[in-house]
């Protein structure tokens, strides 16, 4: 049986995380769903995209304005969603 740390943390069962494919550095979705809590790995990189582009936009503000690429984005963002990208295409290949 799993236990909840003072800082809310929950270490998954290694069998749990086999079966799920979670690794280290895997984005999870945890969301309630029917009064549990459901934890989903995010294998979706556009998703992934998504919520750092929004991250990005929040902190935008503290780190000084850049100037939107020609397709609008923030080159930051641009920066790491071109990381995200590469990382999801290597772990296709594998």
Do not use: F, Y
């Amino acid at each position: 049986m799993a236990k909840v740390d003072s800082k809310g943390r929950i270490v998954l069962p290694k069998e749990l995380r086999e079966r799920l494919g979670i690794t280290p550095g895997t984005e999870v979705d945890i969301h309630e769903e029917g009064g549990k809590a459901v934890v989903e790995p995010e294998d979706d990189p556009d998703e992934i995209i998504d919520r750092m582009e929004h991250l990005v936009e929040e902190t935008s503000p503290e780190r000084g304005e850049t100037t939107p690429l020609t397709d609008g984005t923030d080159p930051i963002a641009q920066k790491h969603r071109a990381a995200v990208r590469n990382c999801a295409a290597e772990t296709d290949d594998e």
